[in-house]
């Protein structure tokens, strides 16, 4: 196997545009195709190899990593345990991950690269340790659990999973989150795995990639054994990071190694495997880019109890959520409940501002065993197969709805995973709450993929002129224009519209490793043909509040969101970003139309006549790119 020892040596995975990633850049996102099952699920395809860890990694392409065992499919000469799904042929394209995937955490870098990192030692069947290494028949898998991955996203099906240099150190269950300057940070793990850690095998340290220097030691991570493995990390707007890990809770300022004590976790624990979903609510203009993270259900056992050999299938799972605004308040607060207890549940950001709760069962906890008490080898029972979507903006006691939502046919437990799609659906796939694979167990290996369609689907999507392709940090405002159609035959609607930046993150036992959604700052400038144009200002100059590197953009209009057209944030490199003063809005306003002539309710003629000189240049300008860049194609 070849090592790739230069950071320099990545392939901005962004810069290198398919037909299908010009579409996209060419701001020609079209309608999709309409479901046949509004509000509910809809079975798509196979992915080949079980869903234990996904990403969307261009508009057309997720990323699948399983861990390694005896999927029927194989790739020179051994099963496989990674697949490329494309979301347009509803295909899977096998792909060779060489060493154990097994529990990985993955996040991207700030030039598009994805990494996948840590892992399992060899194995044979059942998950056995392998007799090398290097392991050797039947699965010729390496030890995974020094490992870094690269992949560059693609959508020509040419390309694969590379190793980098190793970890000085092994990560089974480890945290990933991108920071300012596109770096990740690799926090926690364990050696060799297990239900639970514990501290012959514990690994209470982080690092960086590009590497900088030595694993620095995490007290929160010392002290919450032996329930301290993929800790819940969040990159806050501050700067500073977000740690949950067992019931505590604390704010890590990197430039001194310095963690702050913030409120013990409330009602459950909500890292692995008690496994509580958890989110970062969008950041607005409203809240002024503050974070607020929301956690629901999980486990209360005690942290005695975790060593316990005892009927842990059996225990109810948590039906708490609380929220936390940590750079305003140490303190937790709590939300309503969901309406049953819930562990795996994941949480999935929708451009429309709402949280989509699915997968999960309703006792026990994630994780798999040979003991007398099993399901099977599940340590999960009663599979909640109904989904739940929460609104922020609701008033209390009313913010989870199922109305019209139509429930899963199929078990989502331990090992499933989930991401939001450029067409606003949602991804869903995995399970395997087995050793190896077992297409009989109560709860089988699951190949089947499926995709969640919101109430927006079906409607007709707004339809975005004039998006860039890169955000920067601050500086001039952009303009979006959007069609008389798009407003749906109603200028007034523009004074709502919102234009969301979205990263959907890396998903994996109820995680989804730096999810989060971003609405830009905007005015607008309603026309007197109903048309309208979105003055729209670039990421605030703060890196922390949308860490570089690619992601969705989206145009919400009557909550009705566009296709999102992938963007890239920052300048594409691994690198401190460059801050710009943000340049003031126009002001608002709509041209009425009134007995034939226009009237203009809040801008001059002289003002609209500059707008329309300008986006006549902005247009012309337009056409020559896309020419130019048809013409190199």
Not at 99 to 125: D, E, I, M, P, R
Not at 281 to 296: E, G, H, Q, R, V
Not at 444 to 465: D, K, V
Not at 480 to 495: C, E, P, R
Request: a negative charge; proline letters at 8%.
């Amino acid at each position: 196997m070849t090592w790739l020892t230069s950071p320099k040596s990545l392939i901005p995975a962004f810069c290198i545009l398919s037909a299908a990633g010009r579409a996209l850049a060419d701001n020609a996102p079209g309608q999709p195709k309409q479901a046949d099952k509004l509000n509910g699920f809809e079975i798509t395809g196979s992915s080949v190899v079980s869903g234990q860890q996904i990403f969307l990694g261009t508009g057309d392409k997720v990323y699948i990593v399983d861990k390694t065992e005896n999927n029927p499919t194989q790739i020179n000469g051994h099963p496989i345990w990674a697949a490329e799904w494309s979301v347009s042929a509803n295909q899977a394209r096998s792909m060779d991950a060489v060493t154990n995937t097994f529990c990985a955490g993955g996040s991207v870098l700030g030039n598009g690269t994805w990494l996948n990192v840590g892992g399992n030692q060899a194995v044979t069947y059942g998950g056995v340790t392998a007799q090398s290494e290097l392991g050797g028949l039947p699965y010729d898998d390496s030890d995974g659990g020094q490992s870094i991955r690269m992949l560059n996203p693609c959508d020509g099906q040419n390309c694969d999973w590379v190793l980098l240099t190793p970890m000085t150190t092994r990560r089974w269950y480890p945290t990933l989150e991108t920071l300012q300057d596109g770096s990740i940070i690799i926090f926690g793990g364990c050696g060799y795995g297990g239900y639970v850690n514990d501290a012959a095998q514990d690994n209470p340290t982080y690092e960086f990639f590009p590497s900088r220097g030595m694993p620095i030691p995490s007290p929160i991570l010392q002290n919450t054994l032996p329930v301290n493995l993929y800790p819940i990390l969040w990159l806050l707007p501050s700067g500073k990071l977000f740690v949950q890990s067992g019931w505590s809770t604390i704010l890590l300022d990197l430039d001194l190694n310095q963690e702050t004590q913030l409120q013990d976790m409330p009602d459950a624990v909500r890292v692995y495997p008690a496994s509580g979903g958890n989110a970062m609510l969008p950041l607005t203009p409203d809240n002024k880019y503050t974070a607020t993270i929301m956690f629901c259900g999980g486990s209360n056992i005690s942290y005695a109890m975790w060593t316990q050999d005892w009927d842990i299938p059996h225990w109810p799972a948590s039906a708490s959520c609380v929220q936390i605004t940590p750079d305003q308040s140490p303190n937790y607060v709590k939300l309503d409940s969901l309406p049953e207890g819930r562990t795996m549940g994941n949480l999935i950001l929708l451009p429309d501002g709402r949280v989509l709760c699915l997968n999960g069962a309703g006792i026990g906890t994630a994780g798999y065993g040979n003991t007398t008490f099993t399901i099977g080898q599940s340590y999960a029972d009663q599979p909640v197969l109904a989904p739940i979507i929460y609104d922020p903006n609701a008033p209390s006691g009313q913010r989870w709805s199922r109305d019209g939502l139509s429930p899963s046919t199929i078990p989502r437990m331990y090992h499933s995973s989930a991401t939001l799609l450029p067409d606003g659906s949602v991804f869903v796939t995995g399970s395997n709450p087995n050793s190896d694979v077992n297409t009989t167990a109560p709860y089988p290996t699951e190949y089947r993929i499926e995709r969640f369609y919101p109430s927006y689907y079906n409607q007709r999507r707004p339809e975005p002129q004039g998006p860039p392709s890169q955000l920067s940090y601050g500086g001039s405002y952009f303009n979006i224009s959007l069609s008389l159609a798009d407003l749906f035959s109603n200028v007034d609607n523009i004074q709502s519209a919102k234009v969301m930046v979205m990263r959907t993150g890396f998903s994996t036992h109820t995680m989804n490793m730096g999810m989060r959604s971003v609405q830009l700052n905007n005015t607008f400038t309603g026309n007197a043909d109903g048309s309208g144009v979105l003055h729209v200002s670039p990421l605030p100059p703060s890196a922390a509040i949308m860490p570089p590197g690619p992601a969705l953009l989206f145009v919400v209009v009557n909550g009705v969101p566009s296709v999102g057209i992938q963007v890239m944030c920052g300048s594409g490199k691994i690198e401190q970003q460059n801050m710009v003063t943000v340049q003031s809005l126009p002001s608002s306003s709509i041209v009425q139309q009134q007995n034939g002539q226009s009237k203009n309710s809040g801008a001059s003629f002289v003002l609209l006549s500059a707008r329309g000189v300008l986006l006549g240049a902005m247009k012309y300008v337009g056409a020559v790119a896309s020419a130019i860049l048809l013409f190199v194609s």
